[in-house]
């Protein structure tokens, strides 16, 4: 069975086709495309987040690239994220299935997330603990079977992929802010500034974020502006958000008595945070990269799974910009 | 239209502010918040939903650009612009649809959005001054 998956929850318009008895047969996201191939010459300006133009000449790609004139059926992010982004996609994706006469299925967006490291190899046997850790979410989900998820703690203000970027725009480097702040950490001397680790002195497996960024500002206003200074206070705080991150985790783990730990999300590729969550008495798992960030595989995946349930999309057109993750 | 400045020495003075603000809005309001990254803008509307009575956590909309609340019977879309790149890039995903002159819009970093965002009733302006903010209110 072959699926169509379409992502356009946010940033990223994203296609993949997958078959569950196979594997991954192609998939990409929009920046990869080829405009001039796609537009026949005539490159035409297209807005980020314009998810509108940008969607079928994606699907017209992952389509012909996996030799698929026809998928079996096709699956769309339905929420959380953007009503506007998300409708684009529920109705592409609806009318695709009218048209080719094949059923359809709506997913959570965060079950994609939860689900992508099933596309590896080892994947995890399941029970597992999962920490999705990017700039948009920072939250520790136990996933006791597919489609089965507790969240038991998430960040109540700032991501900590977020905190990443914003720090290092109060440091003066660019974007995304992780790679540029752990490569500047590098140079840090350990003990020149010590960073709060929020919410980790209280019991519970939340996190907080916000506050560190503030810590970081007025670190950066009240000390001289040299390379060496902004070094030590990248290294702080990239310890800082490294250390309570583990910190949850390992608490995760033991409330929970699970042995396995999932680590996806664009902040999963710090190596000081793998190197910390290598101490933990877990079995670990990273999705690959690409598939840690917005992805239309994971959301193939685990549109496979509710295809295999028995659950199908209606015909109306319904997206839910909110969507708890406990209401699946 | 009005202006008035305000000094707030700590966090808890910047929520107090955010209180103040929220007893002024109407449905429909429509409040700008200026300020540079740290300077206490999710704080302040950190202050405001909890003074209308949200209990939960109050998200930073960077990465989503949007979080929405429903409180005693109105909607209140909180934005953060941070990541636009060009006003255009607002009408693709939707944003007009946000402005419907019944809900409470909250938006940080506005001068992204060019000509896009319709009138505003107040404006917040927050600065870093060494561990305190000084605010400066303007009512339209």
Partial sequence: MRILAIETSCDETACAVYDPGVGLLAHALFSQIDLHAEYGGVVPELASRDHVRRLLPLVRKVLRESDTPRPDAVAYTAGPGLAGALLVGASTGQALAWGWGVPAVAVHHMEGHLLAPMLESPAPDYPFMALLVSGGHTQLVEVAAPGRYRLLGESLDDAAGEAFDKTAKLLGLGYPGGPAVAQLAQQGRDGVFRFPRPMTDRPGLDFSFSGLKTAVLHAVKSHADDAQTRADIALAFEQAVVETLAIKCRRALEQSGLRRLVVAGGVSANRRLREQLAQLDADLFYPRLEFCTDNAAMIAVAGALRLQAGERAGPQIAVRARWPLAEL | ?140
Avoid: N
């Fill in chain 2, 1 to 140: 239209m009005t202006t008035r400045q305000q000094w707030l020495p700590d966090e808890a003075a910047t929520l107090v502010l955010g209180a103040e603000l929220a007893a002024a809005l109407r449905p429909g309001s429509v409040v700008l918040l200026r300020g540079d990254l740290g300077a206490g803008k999710t704080t302040l509307v950190r202050g405001l939903l909890r003074a209308m009575g949200h209990t939960g956590p109050v998200r930073s909309p960077t990465y989503a650009l949007v979080e929405s609340y429903r409180l005693g019977g109105c909607d209140l879309h909180h934005f953060d612009l941070y990541r636009m790149g060009d006003p255009e890039e607002l009408e693709a995903i939707g944003l007009r649809d946000y402005f419907d002159g019944e809900a409470i819009c909250l938006i940080e970093w506005p001068e992204r959005a060019g000509a896009m965002l319709p009138t505003a009733t107040h404006e917040v302006a927050l600065q870093v001054v060494d561990q305190g903010r000084q605010a400066s209110i303007t009512v339209c």
